[in-house]
């Protein structure tokens, strides 16, 4: 296969994904012009982030507000777990990016890429707690069409696969048997078996098998 030019890291990554799929909750953090909603937003994050369970009620009383209010800022408990979330894999999705920049882009950089995510979302102790707390919601929210972070992910995807694809490695790779956008999805999909397996099938997590799945869908080989 051919190559194109090596990648630079870029948080570019990020914005792709709120492009795709915004929501009510994620336009008035993005604006800036709800100051509330963001304090609201990284009172949950932090909590998130330090292994408890975001309540609705305990996050109000520490805002010195009451849960009318927080819910008028931010809407329900999962729209603001689903940005809490998605605010997390954002720099994720841009550590691999970094963690990768240095090998040729192409079919194996995007599985490298994709399986550094997956490895670190499974290594990230605060999210497995999450996944083991509320396994239902979890994979309700991640998984599935009632929260936005499956369409940003995929739209994130779609997006390395243009960047990182070029000349030969695309007709390789894509060969007129499938389009980007239905290949960005089968790998996202993949990414979530291994990254959820305990949860779907009651297997471990696995980067490793994570890795050869994409790279057979890739035909990185």
């Known amino acids: 296969m051919t190559t194109a030019q090596t990648a630079a890291p870029t948080d570019e990554i990020g914005r792709i994904g709120l492009d795709a799929a915004p929501s009510w909750l994620s336009s008035r953090l993005r604006g800036g012009e709800h100051p509330d909603a963001v304090r609201a937003f990284e009172g949950a994050r932090d909590v998130f ?4 369970r975001i309540d609705m009620g305990t996050l109000a009383a520490g805002l010195g507000v009451d849960r009318t209010s927080l819910f008028r800022w931010v809407g329900n408990r999962d729209a603001l777990l689903s940005e809490v979330l998605w605010s ?4 994720t999705l841009v550590h691999a990016d970094a963690a990768t920049a240095d090998r040729p882009a192409g079919a194996g950089r995007i599985a490298d890429l994709l399986t550094r995510f997956v490895d670190d979302l499974n290594t990230a102790d605060y999210f497995r707690d999450f996944l083991r707390r509320e396994p239902a919601r979890a994979l309700r929210l991640l998984t599935t069409k009632e929260s936005p972070i499956q ?3 995929v739209a994130s995807v779609e997006w390395l696969l243009a960047r990182d694809l070029a000349g030969g ?3 390789a790779v894509l060969g007129g048997a499938i389009d980007a956008r ?6 996202v999909r ?3 078996t ?3 397996a305990d949860l779907i099938s009651g297997d471990q997590p696995s980067a490793q098998r994570a890795h050869q799945a994409f790279r057979l869908l890739l035909h990185a080989d």
């Open 190 to 192: 993949v990414s979530e």
């Open 151 to 153: 369409r940003r992910y």
């Open 169 to 171: 490695d695309r007709d």
């Open 182 to 187: 239905s290949l960005a999805y089968l790998l």
């Open 194 to 196: 291994f990254t959820y």
């Open 49 to 52: 982030i330090s292994g408890r």
């Open 88 to 91: 997390l894999a954002v720099p």
